[in-house]
């Protein structure tokens, strides 16, 4: 690519499971359930790798900490609150990271809670991205009933960002769960209109419909288990599903 800058400004969506032991049946001093310190310095390494070449923002899913509800009486707005808090700790887990790298970030929340962190609006985000700080946006949407992806979504479009990297436990977008279809190919481009007619499950149609209409440049989906992925995308690797208008 010659030191070409692709991207000026990239929103990555984590799993919260990014954070977690590979092997929850063998916890160590340096584990919990939730977070493993070796794979909080891998996500922050690789954060600070891309910022080198472009600006950053990232949202966290909490699934590590807490995924729907524990029973089928709970309310399902409590239940969401709490996994918008999940991402707040995953996010604070990381800025920590971040900064005892030497690098420079700054966790936003939806909600108020200004002893932990700063209430979100586009602008001083995009001020804080425009400093070369790597831009963590926690508690979803702000809003229960809408997913992390559709956060991701909402959010790429309000920071204008040039695209949002999905990261996945598979190798890109299937025709079906490739899990129970092994012999199913990658499909290499779609529109938003054909993931939403397709009902393709990589992503809530809610986070389609919010690209599609605010035109967000593209979406690129590909295996993120490999954090060195991230880095190789963002220097225009060809890797996973890539969706567009």
Not at 15 to 31: F, V, W, Y
Not at 106 to 131: I, S
Request: net charge neutral; glycine share 10%.
């Amino acid at each position: 690519m010659g030191g070409m800058v692709l991207y000026k400004r990239i929103l990555i969506k984590l799993s919260g499971e990014t954070l977690a032991p590979a092997d929850l049946g063998k916890i160590q001093k340096n584990m919990s359930p939730c977070f493993e310190e070796g794979r909080i310095l891998e996500t922050a390494r690789m954060l600070l790798e891309v910022s080198a070449s472009c600006q950053v923002g990232v949202v966290i899913g909490g699934g590590n900490i807490w995924r729907g509800r524990f029973s089928d009486r709970m309310d399902p707005v409590n239940a969401d609150q709490i996994g918008m808090l999940a991402t707040v700790l995953n996010a604070l887990a990381v800025q920590d990271a971040i900064i005892s790298l030497g690098g420079k970030a700054r966790v936003f929340t939806a909600q108020e809670m200004n002893r932990f962190a700063e209430l979100y609006t586009a602008a001083r985000a995009g001020e804080a991205m425009d400093r070369g700080e790597i831009v963590l946006l926690a508690g979803g949407s702000g809003n229960p009933f809408f997913s992390t992806d559709t956060a991701a979504a909402l959010r790429c479009a309000e920071l204008h960002c040039d695209a949002l990297f999905k990261g996945t436990d598979v190798d890109g977008v299937y025709p079906a769960d490739p899990r129970k279809n092994p012999g199913l190919q990658v499909i290499p481009e779609l529109t938003y209109d054909e993931a939403i007619d397709r009902r393709l499950g990589v992503m809530d149609l809610t986070a389609f419909e919010i690209c599609k209409s605010r035109k967000v440049p593209f979406i690129r989906v590909f295996n993120m288990k490999d954090l060195s992925n991230v880095a190789a995308v963002a220097r225009g690797e060809a890797m996973g599903t890539v969706l567009h208008p």
